[in-house]
């Protein structure tokens, strides 16, 4: 998730929003008090922003009147403040995206792990000209390996070629531009309970009850 400078998220400047974000993020939970501090501004100026962030679910109120810090609060924390991407290069990233997945399960002995799932989601979704970045969804599967594939993929890390299967992949798919490419594991996206579109594969079995 990376944010546009010249636009107000929930009222709030972009970075003032990911300091408080990052402030915040790993406590287990917090009180109005502690997000004012955080944010900058008296209790009253705070606390819509902070009933905002609820409703989109950034945040959850607990039992004990404070909030929890959702997934989106903690990839809040780690966003940036971008001059964003036009729609049209957004559009090509993701062709090359699909390009790429498409290419990962053709390689075998290259990558262990196959490419079973893609979804966007985010601000790719709507109509905005420019995006703060593309926000992919991603289901991996390691494969069915034959003995001799099994035997490859020994020699292979032996020799200091592979590293994580699975970072591999998402290293694969971000084309080395990690600062236009976010990807998530479909599951936190599902859980998460945000709008998303396949653009590759389908959905594993447990999830397809979710499709939207």
């Known amino acids: 998730m990376n944010l546009l400078p010249d636009q107000l998220y929930f009222g709030v400047h972009p970075s003032i929003l990911i300091a408080c974000a990052d402030r915040l993020a790993a406590r287990e939970e917090f ?72 290419e990962i399960n053709a390689k075998p002995y290259e990558f262990v ?13 709507g109509d905005k000209p420019v995006l703060g970045d593309i926000d992919l969804g991603v289901h991996i599967v390691e494969r069915n390996r ?17 590293f994580s299967p699975l970072n591999k992949t998402y290293a694969a798919l971000r084309l080395r531009q990690p600062q236009k490419i976010s990807i998530h594991d479909l599951q936190e996206v599902i859980e998460l309970e945000t709008p998303y579109k396949i653009i590759f594969g389908a959905l594993p079995l447990e999830a397809a009850k979710g499709t939207r």
């Not at 792990?113 to 790719?124: H, K, L, N, P, W």
């Open 31 to 102: 009180d109005l008090d502690a997000f004012a501090a955080a944010i900058g501004a008296p209790s009253w100026e705070a606390e819509p922003v902070l009933h905002e962030m609820k409703a989109a679910g950034f945040v959850s109120l607990v039992a004990s009147g404070n909030y929890l810090p959702e997934m989106k609060f903690k990839q809040l924390a780690n966003s940036r403040v971008t001059l964003g991407i036009p729609r049209s290069e957004a559009d090509k990233l993701v062709e090359r995206v699909l390009a790429k997945a498409r």
């Open 113 to 125: 792990c196959s490419v079973a799932c893609i979804v966007v989601f985010g601000s790719y979704l």
């Open 146 to 162: 034959s003995p001799k594939d099994k035997q490859e993929f020994i020699r292979l890390l032996k020799s200091g070629k592979l």
